[in-house]
């Protein structure tokens, strides 16, 4: 069992649930509910836990993801404990144009409506929050962070496991993890 609590994060659509499937094929159990159900925008899951959603309420649950992996949406990594934790994020990195596209995509096929906001000032506003994530991530010593561009998970997953592989303290298989990756998922491209 490792020392650190391993996390998945990143943008909305970013590619966080393709990071998850490919990490529990690797070896390492998802934590995971299946509240949330496999859909047309993720056919393969979320690989969601509701109780991340409450975690300043309640972070009781980070007792469970010991030697597991857990999503997160990376505002929601604010509100977890700094103080007898350590953590390992896996965050997704996506174009934004691609981000964007699959959110709308997903809103339409769910009968309902994006903000007020237009593309450009989207992705105006989710630069601005990635900004000010990255400072504050960066000045917080319980956190390591690594950043998976998700084209290149797709295009070389192979190399990208690795990454991913070694960040984690080896031992996942890395042959399992790339062939969990389906480019064919990769519907929205920029």
Known sequence: MSDFLTIVSGLPRSGTSMMMQAIAAGGMEALADHVRRADEDNPRGYYEYEPVKKTKEDPSWLALAQGRVVKMVYRLLYDLPL????????????????????????????????????????????????????????????????YINYADMVSDPANQCRRVNAFLGGGLDENLMVASVDPNLYRNRG
Request: include cysteine.
């Open 83 to 146: 103080e007898g934790y350590a953590y390992r994020v896996v965050f997704m990195r996506r174009a934004m144009a691609e981000v964007l596209a699959s959110q709308k995509k997903m809103l339409h096929r769910l009968g309902k409506e994006g903000g007020n906001l237009s593309d450009e000032q989207m992705a105006l506003l989710f630069q601005k929050q990635l900004d000010q994530f990255d400072r504050w991530i960066g000045e917080q010593s319980c956190f390591q962070i690594l």
